[in-house]
């Protein structure tokens, strides 16, 4: 079945740096990739899709990657806020697998930024 | 425009007993998928419904269950409650199938 990492461990950078997140994930790849914002207690907010045919993505100060060759995608912050502090949540499209519409989430990865 | 709305905020009920959420949906979203958030874990596919019929169901057993109606929102049901039901239940909706827009969730304990 899919496998979708993040790092478990919490990510601590300086405010004003770039925070780099990533996911990877086994066996097939998915047509899209999505990443979500999840604050504690609360449900995950859409940030950005890319497409498997798409490298790169961006919206203000998000970036997203797509390597599929690697299995990979990663997520990037520039000029971290502390406010940018949450999980970050990693979703892959179940499409291809299953034929149906369905996304598998990985754990997250909890980014604090330090003022 | 209102987003994905779901009560109640908090459940609590005793191990064997039935719980109902429920989820409306954004305006206009035809798709609801429910997940399921145990603490300190990631998301858990649950349902998906889509135009008033079940479309994908997750790994759970048959006591989760649950119904869309024409109005697009939608019912989780759990019945014979267990301790491990407790968790975070999150409803999401989405109008093609892509990004999804998730509710603020309904916080289940089970005691």
């Known amino acids: 079945s899919q496998k979708i990492e993040q790092n478990s461990e919490a990510l601590n950078i300086q405010e004003g740096k770039t925070a780099t997140l990533t996911c990877n994930y086994t066996?097939?790849?998915?047509?899209?990739l999505q990443w979500y914002r999840q604050d504690p207690g609360r449900g995950p907010v859409f940030l950005l899709l890319i497409r498997e045919n798409e490298k790169e993505k961006r919206k203000e100060r998000l970036k997203v990657t797509f390597d599929t060759t690697l299995k990979q995608s990663l997520f990037h912050i520039t000029a971290s806020q502390p406010a940018d502090s949450a999980t970050y949540l990693c979703?892959?499209?179940?499409?291809?697998?299953?034929?149906?519409?369905?996304?598998?989430f990985g754990s997250g990865t909890r980014l604090q930024v330090q003022p | 425009e209102a987003g994905v709305t779901q009560s109640p905020t908090h459940l609590i009920k005793t191990r064997g007993q039935q719980a109902t959420l429920r989820c409306s949906p954004i305006?206009?979203?035809?798709?609801v998928y429910w997940y399921q958030q145990a603490l300190g874990l990631g998301l858990q596919f649950l349902l998906w419904?889509?135009?008033?019929?079940?479309?994908n169901r997750g790994n759970f057993p048959p006591r989760f269950s649950g119904r869309q109606f024409p109005n697009y929102s939608s019912e989780l049901n759990v019945n014979a409650l267990e301790l491990e039901d407790s968790a975070l239940y999150l409803c999401?909706?989405?109008?093609?199938?892509?990004?999804?827009?998730f509710g603020p969730g309904t916080r289940l304990t089970v005691t």
């Open positions: 979703a892959l499209d179940m499409r291809r697998r299953t034929g149906r519409r369905a996304l598998t």
């Open positions: 066996n097939y790849s998915p047509a899209y």
């Open positions: 305006s206009g979203h035809t798709s």
């Open positions: 419904y889509d135009e008033g019929e079940e479309r």
């Open positions: 999401a909706s989405s109008l093609r199938g892509d990004e999804q827009y």
